[in-house]
């Protein structure tokens, strides 16, 4: 299956050199789950803030146990203080 992946701020450092515009698509095994992405893409938990499926959160929690499906779009944001 393909998902869409984007990594923003400087998460977006992980990407692949053939990423454009902060985002990738990459091909998953059909029982991949958000977790199995972080990890290979060699994410830290701790900058693994925001986690959106299709515009939707996922709490750390669940990510583990969310399967992603063909054509999803999995965004990642560090966290981000501003003032």
Do not use: C
């Not at 992946?5 to 992980?14: E, M, P, T, V």
């Not at 986690?51 to 669940?62: R, Y």
């Amino acid at each position: 299956m393909n998902v869409t992946l984007k990594l923003y701020a400087s998460l977006a450092d992980y990407l692949p050199a053939d990423a454009r515009l902060n985002q990738v698509r990459i091909e998953l095994s059909d029982d991949s789950t958000i977790a199995a992405v972080i990890e290979r893409y060699g994410l830290p938990q701790r900058l693994t803030h925001l986690v959106l499926v299709n515009g939707v959160f996922v709490p750390p929690s669940e990510r583990a146990g969310t399967r992603l499906r063909d054509g999803d779009h999995l965004a990642i944001w560090p966290p981000i203080a501003g003032g």
